[in-house]
């Protein structure tokens, strides 16, 4: 069975802060639909050209590392099935409580292993959004 598990390694003055992250199901499943929900409360407002620095490791060697605008996500501009309930990407996200959720199919292909998934968020100007670090294993699945 694989576990998994999270850290905001943020700062508590980033506009973005965590509260929560589950995960259905749980734990995530290669080879399945898995919907993240992030819990999380918008200090400021987010404007449009806020981006997530996203990379995925397995031990030392790097799979993945991207660059996805967060409001383009959003408007579904990318290649992410992002939703957020404070906006549709067409607007600012406004100051308050808010819920992003993201589907992500797991390729039965995704390596057994010790994945580590690394998120840097920063603002239009490039000012710290948010900081979270993954940990998923999947070495018994």
């Not at 050209?49 to 996805?68: C, E, F, I, M, P």
């Given at each position: 069975m694989a576990s998994w598990d999270y850290e905001n390694i943020g700062l508590p003055t980033d506009p973005l802060q965590i509260v929560s992250i589950t995960v259905v199901p749980d734990p995530p499943t290669p080879g399945r639909s898995n919907v993240f929900t992030v819990n999380a409360v918008a200090r400021d407002a987010i404007a449009d050209g806020a981006y997530l620095d996203v990379t995925v490791k397995l031990g030392l060697v790097k799979l993945l590392h991207r660059r996805y605008d967060l409001l383009a996500e959003l408007r579904g501009e990318g290649s992410l099935k992002l939703a957020c309930d404070t906006s549709d990407g067409k607007s600012p996200i406004p100051r308050g409580d808010m819920k992003l959720t993201l589907t992500l199919n797991l390729s039965s292909e995704?390596?057994?292993?010790?994945?580590?998934?690394?998120?840097?968020?920063?603002?239009?100007?490039?000012?710290?959004?948010?900081a979270l670090k993954a940990k998923v294993d999947f070495t018994k699945s």
């Amino acid at each position: 069975m694989a576990s998994w598990d999270y850290e905001n390694i943020g700062l508590p003055t980033d506009p973005l802060q965590i509260v929560s992250i589950t995960v259905v199901p749980d734990p995530p499943t290669p080879g399945r639909s898995n919907v993240f929900t992030v819990n999380a409360v918008a200090r400021d407002a987010i404007a449009d050209g806020a981006y997530l620095d996203v990379t995925v490791k397995l031990g030392l060697v790097k799979l993945l590392h991207r660059r996805y605008d967060l409001l383009a996500e959003l408007r579904g501009e990318g290649s992410l099935k992002l939703a957020c309930d404070t906006s549709d990407g067409k607007s600012p996200i406004p100051r308050g409580d808010m819920k992003l959720t993201l589907t992500l199919n797991l390729s039965s292909e995704t390596p057994r292993g010790k994945l580590e998934v690394g998120v840097r968020g920063y603002t239009v100007d490039d000012d710290d959004l948010l900081a979270l670090k993954a940990k998923v294993d999947f070495t018994k699945s």
